[in-house]
């Protein structure tokens, strides 16, 4: 109980500094477009109404994200799964009106495993495969979608891991720090429930540079204790036969994206993640990687950085 309260007083001063920050924003008004002296001169209002009312509407185009994260850690929905190594994620990604597909991959440099004679170097180790559709309804965003994740087997020998299936529902708001919750459901061979509930806000530096600010906490409900990443763990960091139902990590990022040009973004980003009560941080020690005797030694936040380069049509 005790990380729990400080947990969420740290999250509530967050809230605050960031409400603070926002106030301090500063709007930059668009410059107006010069009109041309024979419109100013041979059109009346009235028929400048009727001209802009029958153009024809802008057809939305299909747009496209291509980007490399280069990260010091892989870490994600409470457990580190790297070590002493450097991640690189490729990312291609496709949209139409509000359609998007998107394929990412995570590859381990170096990654740790157990027998160490038989790590492989450079290993792709999870493929995702994600379609989603996202509609904007005034302030509102209601969307949905499908995640097929592949994994890869650890070490030459090594048995392959299932593969896992997933689905996700996301509301948000377009309100100040963007709020949003997203629900996923991983079904087939896992059957956890995962609430993901984050806030985000741009500041506009300047026209190349931006900070980008963005918290998020997490509940998790398991099903299938049989999988360690849905089983309770004791104050020992052990499995327990018990299912996780509680509170489980808080991640706070900072990301600076730089505008190169029109098309292409680096972002240098840093994040931190820590467990939201006991239960989150006997969680996140019992799946940690390191090799240590006694488990409660192992660590239960982390921080990891990198640097993103993104291409955009």
Known sequence: MKIL??????LLTLTLCLLMIAGTKQVYAEESKPVSDKIQTTTTETDKKVLETEKPAEEEKPTGDLSVSVLSAFYSNGV?????????????????????????GN??????????????????????FNLSYIKTLGYVNLGAGYSYVGFSPPYDGAARPDDQQEAFAILGLNVLFNPTLTVFKLFDKGHRWYFQMG??????????????????????IGEDPDYATEAKYDDEANK??????????GVVSVCLPLKVTEHITITPTI?????????????????????????????????FGGLVLSFSF
Not at 5 to 10: A, I, Q, V
Not at 240 to 249: H, S
Not at 281 to 289: A, D, E, Q, S, V
Request: net charge positive; hydrophobic share 35%.
């Open 107 to 128: 590859i381990d440099t170096g990654p740790y495993q157990t027998p160490a004679d038989k790590t492989k170097k450079n290993t792709l180790a999870e493929t995702h």
């Open 5 to 10: 309260k400080l947990n969420l007083r740290y």
């Open 240 to 249: 327990t036969t018990d299912k996780y139902n509680a509170f489980l990590d």
């Open 80 to 104: 580190e799964t790297s070590r002493n190594s450097a991640i690189i994620q490729p990312c291609l990604t496709l949209g139409y009106k509000g359609f998007t597909a998107n394929v990412w």
């Open 199 to 220: 806030v985000s806000h741009i500041f506009e530096l300047n026209k190349v540079v931006s900070l980008k600010l963005s918290g998020t906490a997490a509940y998790m």
């Open 271 to 303: 994040s931190y993640a820590f467990p939201l009560t006991t239960d989150a941080k006997n969680y996140m020690k019992g799946n940690g990687l390191e090799t240590v005797t006694n488990n409660t030694d192992r660590a239960s936040s982390f921080l």
